[in-house]
């Protein structure tokens, strides 16, 4: 049984940060390429940012580019979202995937899903 967990979502002001969590159960993070993506009220899902695990190689949303950073922790089996520089526009429930591949266009084939948390930014 495949399972993500995400939290660290809630509300916060424009300009301020958050630190997202998931927790993948079932199988071993570091093996494998994942990502966050998110969904604005009304908007398609979008790939936020991926990291290949073979070369460590990661995409960013253009949006996000140099305001949020990707990670992960092998022994806590736990990727993570470090979010500065919140926008209204970034409001969304976030979601943990595990994906098939990573690259300049984005995420790829994705199979395994968390359940999300929500973002929301708002003064």
């Known amino acids: 049984q495949f399972q993500f967990v995400e939290s660290g979502g809630g509300l916060v002001r424009p300009g301020g940060s958050l630190r997202l969590s998931c927790v993948a159960s079932?199988?071993?993070?570091?093996?494998?390429?994942f990502g966050w993506f998110r969904q604005a009220p009304a908007n398609e899902r979008e790939g936020v940012s991926c990291i290949l695990a073979a070369s460590d190689w990661i995409y960013y949303l253009p949006s996000v580019k140099d305001r949020f950073t990707i990670s992960r922790d092998a022994a806590k089996n736990t990727m993570y979202l470090e979010m500065n520089g919140l926008k209204p526009e970034d409001t969304g429930v976030y979601y943990c995937?595990?994906?098939?591949?990573?690259?300049?266009?984005?995420?790829?084939?994705?199979?395994?899903w968390g359940k999300g948390t929500l973002v929301t930014v708002s003064a």
């Open positions: 995937a595990r994906v098939r591949s990573v690259n300049s266009f984005g995420c790829l084939g994705m199979d395994y």
């Open positions: 079932g199988f071993t993070l570091e093996n494998y390429d």
